[in-house]
């Protein structure tokens, strides 16, 4: 039910007019969750099917589409937590690359491409919990 004002004008909670953008911020972390799954039954990487997913690439198209609605609210730390990992995931792999252009690399391209699956799991998981309990993340000033 809505309230309304004396002007008969309806009072909007602050929560209503998150619930779009959250909403959005659900689907994406479930498609980037869907990628890193990928990864792990498959014999796919975490990291690579988190990168190189459509789930991802999808999540990152909705995440560029829609970061003007969270712009200046807490929804948008959100969105650049989600930008950030799948761009600093994105930096490792290729890293591991390079890393694995030389045999004496391959080791540690292996142990890159562990690490950076790991980290992106912790990301998701972290914060999609805290999007769920309507918690800003901790990112760097834009």
Do not use: C, K
């Amino acid at each position: 039910m809505t309230d309304f004002d004396e002007q008969g004008n309806p009072i909007l909670d602050s929560r209503s007019a998150e619930d779009g953008p959250r909403a959005w911020g659900h689907v994406m972390y479930g498609l980037h969750a869907l990628s890193a799954l990928s990864g792990i039954l498959t014999s796919a990487t975490i990291a690579g099917a988190f990168v190189f997913g459509w789930p991802s690439i999808i999540a990152v198209i909705i995440n560029y589409a829609t970061r003007s609605q969270v712009r200046g609210g807490w929804l948008e730390s959100h969105w650049r937590w989600q930008w950030r990992t799948f761009w600093f995931a994105a930096l490792w792999l290729l890293v591991a690359g390079l890393l694995a252009a030389t045999l004496i690399g391959i080791p540690a391209a292996f142990m890159v491409i562990v690490v950076t699956g790991l980290w992106v799991l912790y990301r998701v998981i972290r914060g999609w919990l805290a999007l769920a309990d309507r918690r800003a993340m901790p990112v760097p000033p834009a």
